[in-house]
């Protein structure tokens, strides 16, 4: 099978960058999702050996604006994406006596778009960085049907456990051999679980 990836990245003004990219994908299933009958804890795994392969491609288009004035640079970065799969593959409660499995679940679409912001700057031997970053996604059934509806908690179109938002944030302290940090993750509530 033939996979193609394309990307461009290009200086359009001072310090500002625009890029785009598509590329395809294509997953077999591991031999452990076809073959492999284990537990975690009290629940059950088994096989699929019926399981196909999952393909799709995906699609990015961004922009990015540097700044620097003298020991300090910053950056701001806006990307929309889009990937498409073909029968994605996805572990599905399929009861107690067999647990989960991995099946193919359908043709899925998941379209976001990404924010970042970012600096590094030097105060006396204090060098401070700071990135940042919101996602949202919005990840659907193509053909959304009554049986996927069931499976899910959620009653709409939504994949099962993603979240659709995403915030991130970094803050580093380097004082010469020595860094100090931390960081802040937030996720939103998943909407659809089995």
């Given at each position: 099978r033939n996979l193609f990836r394309i990307g461009l990245n290009s200086k359009i003004m001072r310090g500002t960058f625009l890029r785009s990219s598509w590329g395809q994908g294509f997953r077999f299933p591991t031999l452990a999702e076809l073959f492999i009958v284990t537990t975690f804890g009290s629940t059950n795994i088994s096989p699929n050996p019926t399981l196909q392969s999952e393909n799709g491609w995906n699609t990015e288009l961004g922009i990015k604006q540097i700044v620097a004035r003298g020991k300090?640079?910053?950056?701001?970065?806006?990307?929309?994406?889009?990937?498409?799969?073909?029968?994605?593959?996805?572990?599905?409660?399929?009861?107690?006596?067999?647990?989960?499995?991995?099946?193919?679940?359908?043709?899925?679409?998941?379209?976001?778009?990404?924010?970042?912001?970012?600096?590094?700057?030097?105060?006396?031997?204090?060098?401070?960085?700071?990135?940042?970053?919101?996602?949202?996604?919005?990840?659907?059934?193509?053909?959304?049907?009554?049986?996927?509806?069931?499976?899910?908690?959620?009653?709409?179109?939504?994949?099962?456990?993603?979240?659709?938002?995403?915030?991130?944030?970094?803050?580093?302290?380097?004082i010469g051999k020595w860094t100090i940090g931390s960081g802040f993750l937030y996720s939103s509530k998943m909407e659809a679980i089995d």
């Open positions: 300090s640079t910053a950056f701001v970065d806006a990307a929309v994406f889009w990937s498409r799969y073909d029968n994605m593959m996805e572990f599905v409660f399929t009861g107690f006596v067999k647990g989960f499995q991995s099946q193919n679940i359908g043709n899925t679409d998941i379209k976001g778009y990404e924010l970042s912001v970012g600096g590094n700057t030097v105060l006396n031997r204090h060098s401070i960085s700071v990135i940042g970053g919101y996602t949202y996604i919005n990840p659907t059934f193509r053909n959304f049907t009554e049986e996927d509806n069931r499976r899910s908690s959620a009653d709409f179109n939504i994949l099962k456990y993603r979240s659709r938002h995403l915030l991130k944030l970094d803050l580093d302290d380097q």
